[in-house]
């Protein structure tokens, strides 16, 4: 096996196949990247010209990715993966060649050459295959969406179901739910279906999901393959599969509705800059507490206790109430306007201790919508 390939195009390839070996792991050939090179020669000559496959896999996930390379001489290798990427990032930019030398992998590269042994062949699983393709959405749409709703994933490990993200497919939509009991995101985007009647109800780990989306690169479409106990993703010569979480998530739609709330419109950038100001002084989970005022057409943001509390004043429409007090937990409200990047925001509220939904101003087919519970006011 031979080949020559650019250092930042190989190192790009390793790192991005690399996502998914694990930490640590009793199989040790897990922790291995099957080099698998096309085309070129075999060995007796040819146009040297070629593709590189890339592959890795853990028990959980896989990743594939296909670039460019010349090969001399075509065969496989499988090296471990973390040590290839260490070696890639100090590599002298430039041309790299690799090649396997006996029971020795070699890189080099401008006067500089590393060693590596190989792992046995034999030993390594084969990669689950992608599963069956149901349609494609934009990569930068689909980034986006996940990103939004990630943030309300649930971290307890104990409850694995509620550390995923919902994707559900339907009709020419793609809905993306995520919730750990105290909040819940939503985010729907178009999609175009493989073929009519496609739908879909899976669970994808959060965190797996998260760092797929953003390694998918920011234009043209993914695939989106599904069956009863994977997800797959295709994008732009790299393919990489998830096992689904089991369970379901409870349904958003009865808790999205929302009966006669009173609306609030504010600056987005001025309330998220408030909360991380007045936050300051709100020690452990004691609550940032938001007061709107129709009269004043304002909203008074408080927290702490005491001697040390901080206040802001911010501009603010008020219908449906003549004044409203709630409060909500700093951390999860930072990170439910964080996740919205329109000029301004819009709070449906139906009071103190009730739920409170946030959502863009304007609504429309992208439509993002995060609800949290607010919690009793603790100020006078």
Not at 86 to 105: M, N, Q, T, W, Y
Not at 143 to 154: C, S
């Amino acid at each position: 096996m031979e080949f020559r390939i650019e250092r930042s195009a190989l190192t790009d390839a390793v790192s991005w196949a690399a996502r998914v070996l694990p930490v640590r792991s009793p199989v040790p050939v897990l922790g291995g990247l099957l080099l698998d090179t096309e085309g070129g020669g075999d060995g007796g000559g040819g146009d040297g010209g070629g593709r590189l496959r890339i592959s890795g896999l853990d028990y959980e996930a896989s990743a594939r990715i296909d670039v460019d390379a010349e090969v001399p001489r075509r065969g496989k290798v499988l090296v471990m993966g973390r040590r290839l990427l260490d070696i890639c990032k100090v590599l002298p930019e430039g041309p790299v060649e690799c090649a396997v030398e006996g029971s020795r992998f070699t890189v080099s590269g401008d006067g500089a050459r590393f060693g590596l042994s190989v792992l046995p062949l034999d030993d390594y699983p084969a990669l689950p295959p992608l599963p069956r393709v149901r349609g494609a959405v934009d990569a930068e749409l689909f980034a986006a969406a996940v990103a939004d709703v990630a943030v309300a994933a649930g971290r307890d490990d104990t409850l694995p179901v509620l550390t995923g993200i919902r994707l559900e497919l339907d009709g020419d939509t793609m809905t993306l739910a995520a919730t750990d009991r105290y909040r819940f995101a939503v985010r729907t985007v178009p999609w175009r279906a493989a073929a009519p009647g496609e739908a879909a109800d899976v669970i994808v780990s959060a965190r797996r999901l998260t760092e797929i989306a953003r390694s998918l690169g920011r234009s043209g479409p993914v695939n989106v393959a599904l069956d009863a106990g994977s997800a797959g993703f295709e994008h732009a010569g790299t393919r990489t599969t998830v096992r689904l979480l089991e369970g379901r998530l409870p349904r958003h739609e009865k808790l999205f509705a929302m009966e006669d709330p009173a609306a609030a419109v504010v600056d987005r950038v001025r309330l998220t800059e408030a909360v991380k100001r007045v936050s300051v002084v709100a020690d452990g989970d004691s609550p940032v507490q938001m007061t709107f005022s129709r009269a004043d057409a304002s909203v008074l943001l408080r927290a702490g206790y005491e001697d040390d509390v901080a206040s802001q004043r911010l501009p603010a429409a008020l219908e449906g109430a003549e004044e409203l007090t709630v409060a909500f937990h700093p951390g999860y409200l930072a990170d439910a306007l964080a996740s919205f990047d329109g000029p301004s925001l819009r709070l449906l509220l139906l009071g103190a201790g009730q739920r409170a939904m946030i959502t863009d101003e304007t609504d429309s087919a992208t439509a993002h919508r995060h609800l949290l519970m607010s919690v009793r006011p603790q100020l006078a």
